[in-house]
């Protein structure tokens, strides 16, 4: 009975063992690729290409919106109490290039203005511009260079020739913010635009460019000031 019992039990074994054998095989099941170590890698690169360009680069700090030909700047009737003025520049010293026109005028108080109005329908955002422009002291320069900064003008739409969108620009030796445009009202306002200078910028002419009519129809504003002040 015992040889039996034994027989019995050996078979039982090797039947286990032989359905045991003939399950698959299970295997881990690889996990899914984790999306954040990619977006952490992404991130990384992006952050050493900045780096690497930030030496000569530099950018807008409030640009709003865009349009066909440059972004949208930003508007006040009242002074930006977080710029440090530097130095202010009075309308009679705005220069025109081909193109643009600068006739006399005065505001309400009698402050000298400059009525600017341009013809030119693709002006140039580099050099002096295609618009009219102002050329800034270098030695002013040297104290903005690699500091954000508020370019702002004072300005109203030239009355009769009203143009309903004009732009600024400031522009170096070493590169351009493009044009950042405007709406200009009846009445005048301050219209601000605010960039980095490049660290280099007293090292070579510096001008602010003054778009008055980007659709270039002759039409334009009229101007009684401009400013440049470091942002807090």
């Known amino acids: ?50 780096a690497a360009l930030g030496g000569g680069a530099w950018y807008f700090l409030v640009p709003r919106g865009s349009s066909d030909t440059a972004s949208s700047g930003s508007t006040s009737s009242r002074p930006n109490q977080s710029a440090a003025a530097v130095f202010e520049v009075p309308a009679t010293v705005i220069r025109p290039s081909d193109g643009n026109t600068i006739t006399p005028g005065a505001g309400p108080d009698g402050t000298p203005t400059a009525i600017v109005l341009s013809s030119n329908p693709s002006a140039a955002a580099t050099g002096a511009t295609g618009g009219a422009y102002v050329a800034l002291n270098r030695a002013a320069m040297k104290q903005l260079a690699g500091k954000p900064v508020s370019i702002r003008i004072s300005a109203r739409a030239a009355q009769g ?70 942002v807090q």
């Open 161 to 230: 020739k009203a143009s309903d969108r004009f732009a600024l620009a400031f522009s170096s030796g070493t590169g351009t913010s493009g044009w950042i445009v405007f709406v200009p009202t009846t009445e005048f306002q301050s219209y601000d635009m605010r960039v980095r200078i490049p660290a280099d910028a007293g090292r070579s002419d510096s001008y602010v460019g003054i778009w008055s009519d980007v659709a270039g129809l002759g039409h334009g504003i009229e101007v009684s000031g401009l400013s440049i002040g470091i």
């Open 1 to 50: 009975m015992a040889d039996r019992w034994d027989d019995g039990e050996s078979d039982a074994n090797q039947r286990l063992t032989t359905v045991l054998r003939s399950r698959p095989e299970r295997r881990p099941v690889a996990s899914p690729p984790q999306p954040r170590r990619a977006v952490v890698v992404l991130v990384v690169l992006i952050l050493v290409l900045l």
